[in-house]
């Protein structure tokens, strides 16, 4: 079992920034890749990033490319999502989650997930 706490959201102006951590716990966590999602209001859960076990490889959405920055700090067991340039469409609830695959994109490829924490960008 894979434990997952987001936290460092909260409400930020259009242009701003903002860093969500997850910190984990339970089984390795150096050993999964580490994604994060989001949800709007209405809308289904929606792939941001994802980061390789080795904390080497990255995917991004096309919405948050070049903004967004995954990483993780192994010592800390927490992996982390640097949003700049935030946008009010950004607006959502943010999940952290964990997997045994090699950058997955799914939801459904991911064990373990996070309670989530709202990021809101107004405008």
């Known amino acids: 079992q894979v434990q997952l706490v987001e936290s460092g959201g909260g409400l930020v102006q259009a242009g701003g920034s903002l860093r969500l951590s997850c910190a984990a716990s339970?089984?390795?966590?150096?050993?999964?890749?580490m994604g994060w999602f989001r949800q709007a209001p209405g809308k289904e859960r929606e792939f941001v990033a994802a980061?390789?076990?080795?904390?080497?490889?990255?995917r991004y959405a096309d919405s948050v490319k070049g903004r967004f920055t995954i990483f993780k700090d192994n010592a800390k067991n927490t992996v982390y999502l640097q949003m700049n340039s935030l946008k009010p469409e950004d607006t959502a609830i943010y999940y952290c989650?964990?997997?045994?695959?090699?950058?997955?994109?799914?939801?459904?490829?991911?064990?373990?997930w996070g309670q989530g924490t709202q990021v809101t960008v107004s405008s």
């Open positions: 339970g089984r390795t966590f150096s050993s999964y890749a």
């Open positions: 980061l390789s076990w080795r904390g080497v490889s990255t």
């Open positions: 989650a964990a997997a045994p695959t090699y950058l997955p994109v799914r939801p459904d490829e991911y064990d373990y």
